[in-house]
C-alpha cells in the first residue's frame, strides 16, 4: 500500500526490487510480506532495503523474543501477535517484525491473515491523521492494533474464567481442572509476550531515533500506557485462577467432608443397632426374652426407636 493525503494505491508486488522502486514516490510505502518460508525472498528484502543479516535471521527466527532494535537508518522491532480462534477455542499467536524506514514500512509475517484490518480500513477511508502523517505514525497503528487484540482476547479469557468458576463451585470434577490448567499455561504465555512489549513501547517512546516525530512519541506514550493496563489485567488474572485452584480443591475435599459425614452419621446410628442385634444373636440356652411371645416386635420397636431417637438428636445439633 503506497499512499500520501490526497492518492492511495494497493497493490501486489512481485518481488522486493519492485517494492524498493516503489519506495521513492510520494507518500508513505507500507509492505507486508505474508510467510517466511521463501527464505530467498526474505534475502533479496535485505538486499533491497540494506537490511542487517542479523535482523533477517530475526525474521525467519519465529520463537524470536519480542524486542526493538535500533540500527540508525532504519528500527527493528519483533512482537507477538494474538487472535483467539473460536473453532479451535484457543489463543492463536504469531510473530509480526516490523521494520520502521523513513516513508516506508515494511511488515513481516508467519501466514496470512492478521489483526491490520482496521488499519487498512483507515487508509482507505482516509479516517483520522494515518493519511497525513508519515512512516512512523503507520508504525504505531500497526502497533495500536496488536495491542488492542490483546485487551479483546483477554476479555475472552476473563469470560471463560467466570464460567469455569461456575462450573467449578457446581460441579468440579476431572474437565475443570484441565481446563483450569489450560488457562494458566495461557496466562502464563501471555505474560511472558506482554512484559517485553512493555520494553518494546518504552524504547520507541523514549528513543532519540529521528525516524520517531516528536508527535507520533505522544500516541507512543500512551500505547505505553495501554500496555501497562494489559499487563495488569494478565497479573490479576493470574491471580484469579490461583484462587480458582484452591476453590477447587476446597470443593473437592467440602464433597468429600459431605460424604464422610452421611457415612459416619450412618455407622454411628446403626453402632447400637448392632449391639442389639449382637446380644440376642449369642447362642446361650436360658434367654428369659426368647420365651416371651412378642419379645421379638419389643425389641424391634426399641432399635427403631433409638435410630429415630439419634436422628433427632443429630438435626437438633445441625449435623444433618
Request: overall charge negative.
Amino acid at each position: 500500500m503506497r499512499y500520501s493525503e490526497d492518492d492511495l494505491s494497493i497493490k501486489v508486488m512481485d518481488g522486493a526490487a519492485e517494492c524498493r522502486a516503489s519506495m521513492g514516490s510520494k507518500g508513505v510505502l507500507w509492505v507486508n510480506v505474508d510467510g517466511l518460508h521463501d527464505l530467498q525472498l526474505i534475502q533479496s528484502f535485505g538486499e533491497q532495503f540494506g537490511i542487517h543479516p542479523l535482523v533477517l535471521e530475526d525474521i525467519c527466527n519465529t520463537t524470536q523474543r519480542p524486542k526493538v532494535e535500533d540500527y540508525g537508518e532504519y528500527l527493528y522491532v519483533v512482537l507477538k501477535m494474538v487472535d483467539y480462534d473460536e473453532a479451535r477455542q484457543a489463543i492463536d499467536i504469531e510473530q509480526v517484525s516490523l521494520i520502521l524506514m523513513d516513508k516506508c514500512v515494511l511488515t513481516f509475517q508467519e501466514k496470512p491473515g492478521d489483526v491490520f484490518d482496521p488499519v487498512r480500513e483507515r487508509l482507505r477511508l482516509s479516517k483520522g491523521l494515518i493519511r497525513k502523517a508519515g512512516a512512523d505514525y503507520l508504525a504505531y497503528a500497526l502497533l495500536d492494533s496488536v495491542v488492542d487484540r490483546y485487551f479483546l482476547l483477554l476479555e475472552k479469557i476473563s469470560d471463560e474464567i467466570e464460567a469455569l468458576e461456575e462450573e467449578i463451585l457446581e460441579t468440579a470434577g476431572g474437565k475443570s481442572i484441565q481446563k483450569l490448567n489450560a488457562l494458566k499455561r495461557d496466562m502464563i504465555f501471555l505474560r511472558k509476550t506482554a512484559w517485553p512489549l512493555r520494553e518494546i513501547l518504552s524504547g520507541l517512546e523514549r528513543g532519540k531515533s529521528s525516524l520517531i516525530a516528536s508527535d507520533t512519541s505522544i500516541y507512543l506514550r500512551d500505547l505505553y500506557d495501554h500496555a501497562i493496563q494489559i499487563i495488569d489485567s494478565v497479573e490479576t488474572l493470574r491471580d484469579i485462577l490461583s484462587g480458582m485452584l484452591d476453590i477447587y480443591l476446597s470443593s473437592v475435599s467440602n464433597r468429600m467432608n459431605e460424604v464422610m459425614k452421611v457415612l459416619t452419621i450412618i455407622a454411628t446410628v446403626f453402632i447400637p443397632l448392632t449391639f442389639i442385634a449382637g446380644i440376642y444373636g449369642m447362642n446361650f440356652a436360658y434367654m428369659p426374652e426368647l420365651e416371651i411371645p412378642w419379645a421379638y416386635p419389643v425389641v424391634l420397636g426399641v432399635m427403631g426407636g433409638i435410630a429415630g431417637a439419634m436422628v433427632l438428636y443429630f438435626r437438633k445439633k445441625k449435623w444433618l
